[in-house]
C-alpha cells in the first residue's frame, strides 16, 4: 500500500517550458488536491478534484491545469513555467465523506525549479 | 476568503519542556482544525483535528484546544522528545465534502536534547 506517490520527485525547467506532475494513489480515495508550498508561506490549494470527473479552481489556480484522470490519478500541468512557480509541490487525497472531513493523506513532493 | 495566522514561526525548547503553537482564523463558518506534522524530506501528516463542536481534544502528549469565539486554537506538545523536531501547521476549514483547507504559515519546532 503506497499511498499516494508523486513523480517526479525533482525538476528543473527553463521559463517556457511545460512540464506535467503525475500523482497517483491506491487508498480508493474520492478527493484528491494540488497544494504548493513556499517558504513562510505554508501550503496553498491549486487546484481539487472532489471526485472522478469533477475539478475547481483553489487559491491560486492561475498558470496551472489539472487533469483527474481516473479515481486514482491526478495530474498538473504546467504550460509555461514561470520562476514564480518555482516551489514544492505535494499532492493529496482524502476519502472526502458527505458530511465529514476525512484527513488529507500527502505524497513526498516534486520540487520544482523554474530558471 | 479564510485567512490563518500561525505563530511563532521558529520554536525551540529543550527535551522534557512543553510546546505551545498557536493560531487565529478569520471565518466564522470554520468548523474543521487539523495539525499536520512534516519531517523533513516528507509530505505533511495529520497529527490531531478537532472540530468546532468541542473545546479540547488529547492524544498521549499532543492536545489542542478551540475558542471559537477568539477565534483560534492551539497544539500543544507535553515532555517533548528530539523525534518531535519537525515543522507544524495548522489549517482551517468549512466541514463538507472536499476538503479546501487553508494552511498557517508553519512553525519550525527544535527539540534540544
Known amino acids: 500500500n503506497a499511498g499516494v506517490t508523486q513523480t517526479p520527485k525533482f525538476q528543473v525547467l527553463k521559463t517556457g517550458q511545460s512540464m506535467t506532475l503525475q500523482c497517483a494513489q491506491d487508498m480508493n480515495h474520492n478527493s484528491m488536491y494540488w497544494y504548493r508550498q513556499d517558504p513562510g508561506m505554508g501550503l496553498r490549494l491549486i487546484y481539487y478534484s472532489a471526485s472522478e470527473g469533477t475539478t475547481d479552481k483553489g487559491e491560486v489556480p492561475n498558470g496551472y491545469n489539472v487533469s483527474r484522470l481516473n479515481k486514482r490519478e491526478f495530474s498538473l500541468r504546467l504550460e509555461s513555467a514561470a520562476p514564480s512557480q518555482t516551489s514544492v509541490y505535494f499532492c493529496?487525497?482524502?476519502?472526502?465523506?458527505?458530511?465529514?472531513?476525512?484527513?488529507?493523506?500527502f505524497g513526498n513532493g516534486t520540487r520544482l525549479t523554474v530558471t | 476568503g479564510e485567512n490563518v495566522e500561525q505563530h511563532p514561526s521558529t520554536l525551540s525548547v529543550q527535551e522534557g519542556d512543553s510546546a505551545v503553537i498557536k493560531c487565529t482564523y478569520s471565518?466564522?463558518?470554520?468548523?474543521?482544525f487539523p495539525w499536520y506534522k512534516q519531517e523533513l524530506g516528507k509530505g505533511p501528516q495529520l497529527i490531531i483535528d478537532i472540530r468546532s463542536n468541542v473545546g479540547e481534544k488529547k492524544d498521549q502528549r499532543i492536545a489542542v484546544t478551540l475558542n471559537k469565539t477568539a477565534k483560534h486554537f492551539s497544539l500543544h506538545i507535553t515532555e517533548t522528545q528530539p523525534e518531535d523536531s519537525a515543522v507544524y501547521f495548522c489549517?482551517?476549514?468549512?466541514?463538507?465534502?472536499?476538503?479546501?483547507?487553508?494552511f498557517g504559515q508553519g512553525t519550525r519546532l527544535t527539540i534540544n536534547p
Open positions: 493529496a487525497s482524502s476519502e472526502a465523506g458527505q458530511a465529514y472531513n476525512s484527513p488529507l493523506h
Open positions: 471565518d466564522s463558518a470554520s468548523n474543521y
Open positions: 489549517a482551517a476549514s468549512i466541514d463538507q465534502g472536499a476538503q479546501k483547507l487553508v
